[in-house]
């Protein structure tokens, strides 16, 4: 088992920054890729970004490409999302996942066995 808890999110206008962290416990982290997604209102949830259990590979969804970034400290058992130049359009619950290692990298919803709860994050115009 793996235990997930998002943290960061909040109320931010266009074109200001948020970073999300997510906190694992449980069995080893680095064992794990790890992605976040998000689900807005009203739509299903969407991936947004991954890296794999070294951390020597992430990819992105073409709508955050150039604006996120996702990184990972195996050391703290944490993953990153820096989130800048947000959109309203990036208003979701943002959730992290991870993935057995064969997995590592895919932005696939069912290749994530773990979820956190999620955050909210909010865009306002």
């Known amino acids: 088992q793996v235990q997930l808890v998002e943290s960061g999110g909040g109320l931010v206008q266009a074109g200001g920054s948020l970073r999300l962290s997510c906190a694992a416990s449980?069995?080893?982290?680095?064992?794990?890729?790890m992605g976040w997604f998000r689900q807005a209102p009203g739509s299903e949830r969407k991936f947004v970004a991954t890296?794999?259990?070294?951390?020597?590979?992430?990819r992105y969804a073409d709508s955050v490409k150039g604006r996120f970034t996702i990184s990972r400290d195996n050391a703290s058992n944490t993953v990153y999302l820096q989130m800048n130049l947000l959109k309203p359009e990036d208003t979701a619950v943002y959730y992290c996942?991870?993935?057995?290692?064969?997995?590592?990298?895919?932005?696939?919803?069912?290749?994530?066995?773990?979820w956190g709860q999620g955050t909210q994050v909010t865009v306002s115009s």
């Open positions: 890296i794999t259990w070294s951390g020597s590979s992430t």
């Open positions: 996942a991870a993935a057995p290692a064969y997995y590592s990298g895919s932005a696939s919803i069912p290749h994530y066995d773990y």
């Open positions: 449980g069995r080893t982290f680095s064992s794990y890729g």
